[in-house]
Structures are given as structure tokens and as C-alpha cells.
């Protein structure tokens, strides 16, 4: 009987851990030379069936998923295909770290550890599976580079050309997509504001911002790098054209957001519009443009990307993406995906870090009752 | 005796999709200054739309409304009046101290003044020492007591007040109650207090307005003959009783009137 602390999914993990490592230390017994510390993290695995009488922490499920994640990339071979029995091993490793991530989460929940600090384990072991498996599976598979370069690859490209990668960075992020990201969610603000103003407008300028919004980005970019040349402009005025409309519609919704008491308060106090705007309206439209503002920081950024693949001067992420296919050099294009990912996931970040600073008073912010 | 609210024949009809609603019809009025006047009555029986008519918050379709000898839109450019809410509306990127400041920016206050003024009316609804809190932080007793001191930062002599207290757990209502009544005693202001509590109405008012429904109208206008230093045990004086009794005749009367449809 598996002892009672373990879930039944625990449990099945646990046993498919230690008899895939016991399988593996099986096979592994004629080939014993090959690969030694295989060889002895399959058998501390298979030990790890003690669990079944003894108590067996979840931290050492951890070591064990580590060390055979360390004794699988040493050990793997440097041409041709992995041993059968590496794989068992990869499973057993795999299931260790599962298990290891499953008791540590569960533990969390229980209050047994502190959310803070050991919360951040977790993605942090999960991304490093998923890396460890990557690697292994490409260069243990002999998986052509050019369908899925093996993760060391790309980090060795990466530091190779970090000069090229940061001339890439400049041109794309720094000049198209911030410039691009705040003149449109600026101009949106601002339209946002005036149609909100006059009927007219609002009639007016709504269904062409909504037209603009669904112009395909494929179409637009040529025309722009027409209009604004093959430099960083063109791309910003991309960005521009699809930031602009998620700013505005979030503009107008924020806008009446607050509610009629709150507009009725104003009124007995017979403050100008203009005054109703900034001390009511514009506050309580704060949740609804960071809405805008978080969404527009990806959008911009796929939006420079995309535009660059369609006339530029021979630096960008996107230029670099589109050349790096044709010549087949894929770990570049992987290194270039890695930072825009990089680049768009910080640059959410702290949006999304100014925005806990600035609408702190929200119910979404504070995890409290409206 | 100075005139403070006066509205003769006044009317208010909403139209709507579904025919004409008569909110108000032919309402015959005078408050003057220093009263504390209650509207009571069933909803529906336009207590608040005309509270709301007074506030300029909203026009009347018939008769004559004045505030201060002008129009209500005139006393509402003039800042004549404060208006306490049915829910505190207190907005809650401010602070307290900020949200009473509100009021006085808006009306151009120097920021000496503003904070003069800031500590003198949270001292009036005892809620010294909790400046800086935001309003998600205090009870709805205590953001309620907040937005009374928002209304009478400015110091209009006028003061409307839309059941401020429904909200409340009786407790919590009994003590603002009698702190209200301090209140009044001290600034000397017109109050014009909208409840469906009759105990409410008869304990703080000098004059009760009873109401009734389909069309709003007064049925009934009370003149309290309580003392104006009121104990909360003066509930239970038969004087009192008396007027509550004649404040539910006149409630009783409304209903009748309806063919007893409600």
C-alpha cells in the first residue's frame, strides 16, 4: 500500500517514477560503462520506492528530478541516436519533477509553506522541464536543426551574436515599438476624450476607428513603408494604426464607467466638465485604459515584427526572422523569438506593475469587495 | 421666518416608453430656515424625486420650485445645498480627507482653508484620526458619517439628505441619529431628510411630510410638538407615540386613497 499523505496522482506518479527508473537501471546494466551516472540516479530512483514503508520528502523528489535532468544531458551522446533506456530514464525524471511540483503546490495550498518565495519554484521548475526535455529530445531523436533546434543551440547562437541581436533590439523596440506604442494609445486618450464630448464625433469617428481596427496588418504595412519610407517610421505608424482603436474603445467604455451617484455628486456641486473629467471620469476609467495599455504592449510589438517583413533596412527582429528562414539558419530565428518573448513579457511587466500603483483603489487590485 | 425651499402646484412627469409616469402632481410646500423636515412615505410616493427637484437634479414639468428666492439651478450654481446620497459615493481613490477636500477644490478653496475646513467637519461627524484611510477601509456606518462631512465642508445652509441611513443595521442607525440631531443643534442648518422610517421621521423632525403614491403627492404635513433637545429614550413618551400614530394615519390614508392595490 502507497502510504495515505499522497494523492492518487501523486501516487501514480511516484510508482511510474521509480519503476521507470528501476526499468531503466535494467537496460542500463550491459551498457553500464557508457554511461555511469545515468546508471546510479536510475538506481537512487528506484530506492525512492523506500516511500512505500518510510516517509519520503518531497524535496528529495526534487533532488532526484534534478539529478537525473543533469545525468541525462551529460550523458547524452555526441552523434546518433539516444540508448532505449535514456528514455526511460527522461520519463523517470519527468515524473519526478511532475511529482515534486504536484507536492510542493499541494503543500502551499495546505499553508505548510510560505506563498512567497517557494510559489515562484514552481514556474521556474516547470520551464526548466520543458527546456531539459526540449534538449534532450532533439539531440537524443537526432531531430533535424532546422525543424527544432536543441535549446543549447540557440543559447550558443544568442551569445554569438549579441552585438546583431541588440542592434535588432534597438531598431525594432526602441525606435518603432515604444514611439509607435505611445503616440497611438496618446492619440486614442485623446480622441476617446473628445468623442466622448460631442455626439457628433462619437457618431462620427467610432465606426471609422472600427474600420481602421479591422484593416488587415498585412495590407497596411506596405502602404505605410510607401508613405513614411523603409525606415523605423513606417513600422511605428504601423504600430500606431493597432494600437490606437483598443485604446480608444476602452477609452469611451472607461469614460462611463462612473456611475450615476458619483455623476449626480458632481452635479450638486455644479463642477465644470472639465472638472467632472478629471477629478471623476478619468479615474474611474483607470482600470479600463491599463485594459488598453496591457493589450496594446503585445499588439505593438507583433505589429513592428510583422511590418518589418515588408521592406526595412537590413537590421530588425522581423527583418532578422524573415532572412534567418530563407537562409536556414533557424537557431537565429529561435534567439530572436526568445527576445521579442523576453522583450514583450517585461514590457507587460511593468505596465502591469504601474497599473497596481495607479488604480490600487480597484476592487481587481486590492482583492477586496467593490 | 425666512423661506428657504417654496414650491407651489409643482408637477414632475417622466415620460416614458410605456406612457407618462406622474411622479409629482400639484405639491404644496414652504420649509423654512432652521427646520428639520422629513419626507416619508412608501416608495414610489416621489419623497426623493422632490429632494432631487430641489437638488436641481431634476426639472419639474409644472408649478413653481424656489431655493433661496431663486431657481434650483440657480442654487445649484450658487452651491446652496450639500446632498448626502442613499450610498456614500465616496470615491475610492481618495482618502477621506481627500474626498471631503473634494467639494472645496471644486470650488476653488485655498489649500489652507481646505485642510481648516477638513478637520472641522470630521471633528463634527466624529471621525478624527481616520484621515488617510481610504473609503474600502471603513465601515458603511463610518463612510456614510464621510460623506456627511463631505456635505457640509462647503457650509451651505442647506442640507438634503436622501435616506442616508437605509443601508444601516438599526444600531448604527439609532447613534448617527442622535448624532445627526448634535449636529443640527450646532450648525444651524435646514435639513431636508427623505426616510420610510416613521421612529426616523418622528425623532428628528420638526416638521413630517407624509406621502403617498400614484401620483406623488403630500397627504399630510405634522408638526412636531417634541422639544428640541431629544434623548433617544423620548421614543417611548407617549407624545411621541402620538405623532407616529398620526404619521401612520396619514400613511394609512394614502394607501386607501389607492383602493388598496398595493
Not at chain 2, 425651499?5 to 409616469?21: C, E, K, R
Not at chain 2, 471621525?127 to 457640509?152: H, N, T
Not at chain 2, 413630517?208 to 429614550?233: A, K, Q, Y
Request: proline content about 6%; charged content about 15%.
Amino acid at each position: 500500500m502507497m502510504r495515505s499523505d499522497l494523492t492518487p496522482l501523486q501516487s501514480g506518479l511516484a510508482l511510474l517514477a521509480a519503476l521507470a527508473a528501476l526499468a531503466g537501471l535494467a537496460f542500463s546494466l550491459s551498457t553500464f560503462t557508457t554511461a555511469p551516472l545515468l546508471a546510479l540516479v536510475c538506481s537512487l530512483g528506484a530506492l525512492s520506492l523506500v516511500r512505500l514503508i518510510w516517509p519520503f520528502s518531497l524535496w528529495l523528489d526534487g533532488a532526484l528530478a534534478l539529478l537525473g535532468a543533469l545525468a541525462l544531458v551529460a550523458s547524452l551522446p555526441a552523434e546518433g541516436s539516444m540508448p532505449g533506456h535514456h528514455w526511460l530514464a527522461l520519463v523517470a525524471a519527468w515524473a519526478f519533477a511532475w511529482l515534486f511540483v504536484e507536492r510542493l503546490s499541494a503543500t502551499i495550498r495546505l499553508g505548510k509553506l510560505p506563498e512567497t518565495g517557494t510559489g515562484l519554484v514552481i514556474p521556474i521548475v516547470f520551464g526548466l522541464a520543458l527546456l531539459v526535455a526540449w534538449e534532450v529530445i532533439t539531440r537524443g531523436a537526432n531531430v533535424p536543426p532546422v525543424l527544432l533546434p536543441p535549446p543549447s543551440a540557440i543559447g550558443a547562437r544568442f551569445l554569438a551574436e549579441t552585438s546583431i541581436l541588440w542592434a535588432d533590439f534597438v531598431q525594432t523596440f526602441i525606435k518603432s515599438v515604444l514611439p509607435g506604442y505611445a503616440m497611438g494609445c496618446l492619440a486614442g486618450l485623446g480622441v476617446a476624450i473628445l468623442v466622448d464630448r460631442s455626439p457628433f464625433l462619437k457618431a462620427g469617428v467610432m465606426p471609422i476607428g472600427n474600420f481602421m481596427s479591422a484593416l488587415p496588418i498585412i495590407g497596411i504595412a506596405p502602404i505605410m513603408v510607401m508613405w513614411f519610407g523603409f525606415d523605423w517610421q513606417s513600422k511605428a505608424a504601423v504600430v500606431v494604426a493597432m494600437t490606437f482603436f483598443p485604446m480608444l474603445v476602452n477609452t469611451v467604455a472607461g469614460l462611463n464607467a462612473a456611475s450615476a451617484i458619483e455623476r449626480d455628486l458632481m452635479h450638486t456641486y455644479a463642477a465644470s466638465s472639465w472638472q467632472t473629467l478629471m477629478k471623476l471620469r478619468l479615474p474611474a476609467a483607470g482600470p479600463f485604459i491599463f485594459n488598453a495599455l496591457k493589450i496594446n504592449s503585445t499588439l505593438a510589438l507583433i505589429g513592428a515584427i510583422v511590418a518589418e517583413f515588408f521592406g526595412t533596412p537590413i537590421v530588425g527582429m522581423g527583418f532578422r526572422i524573415s532572412t534567418g528562414v530563407g537562409r536556414l539558419a533557424i537557431d537565429l530565428v529561435w534567439a530572436e523569438i526568445a527576445v521579442a518573448a523576453v522583450a514583450g513579457s517585461a514590457f507587460y511587466g511593468v505596465i502591469a506593475l504601474i497599473e497596481r500603483g495607479v488604480t490600487f483603489w480597484h476592487p481587481s487590485v486590492r482583492g477586496g469587495r467593490a | 421666518m425666512t423661506t428657504v425651499v417654496s414650491a407651489q402646484n409643482l408637477g414632475l412627469t417622466f415620460p416614458t416608453g410605456d406612457g407618462d409616469i406622474v411622479a409629482l402632481s400639484d405639491v404644496n410646500l414652504t420649509i423654512n430656515k432652521g427646520d428639520f423636515v422629513s419626507f416619508i412615505g412608501p416608495s414610489g410616493c416621489g419623497k426623493t424625486t422632490f429632494l432631487r427637484a430641489i437638488a436641481d437634479l431634476e426639472k419639474p414639468t409644472s408649478g413653481t420650485l424656489s431655493v433661496n428666492g431663486m431657481t434650483p439651478e440657480q442654487a445649484r450654481q450658487a452651491r446652496a445645498y450639500g446632498y448626502v446620497f442613499q450610498a456614500a459615493a465616496l470615491y475610492p481613490w481618495r482618502t477621506i480627507e481627500k474626498n471631503i477636500a473634494l467639494p472645496l477644490e471644486i470650488m476653488g478653496h485655498s489649500p489652507a482653508e481646505q485642510s481648516e475646513r477638513i478637520a472641522r467637519t470630521m471633528e463634527l461627524v466624529n471621525l478624527s484620526g481616520f484621515e488617510k484611510k481610504y473609503p474600502w477601509q471603513l465601515s458603511g456606518g463610518m463612510q456614510q458619517r464621510a460623506s456627511i462631512a463631505r456635505a457640509l465642508a462647503f457650509d451651505a445652509d442647506l442640507l438634503l439628505m436622501d435616506e442616508p441611513f437605509g443601508a444601516l443595521d438599526e444600531i448604527v442607525r439609532d447613534h448617527l441619529n442622535s448624532e445627526l440631531l448634535k449636529l443640527w443643534e450646532r450648525t444651524q442648518k435646514t435639513i431636508c431628510f427623505v426616510t420610510h422610517s416613521i421612529p426616523e421621521a418622528v425623532y428628528l423632525s420638526t416638521r413630517i411630510v407624509v406621502m403617498s403614491p400614484r401620483p406623488g403627492r403630500v397627504t399630510d404635513i405634522i408638526e412636531s410638538t417634541l422639544p428640541r433637545d431629544r434623548p433617544l429614550d423620548i421614543r417611548e413618551t407617549p407624545e411621541f407615540l402620538a405623532i407616529a400614530a398620526r404619521v401612520r394615519e396619514g400613511l394609512r390614508a394614502g394607501h386607501s386613497y389607492d383602493g388598496g392595490a398595493v
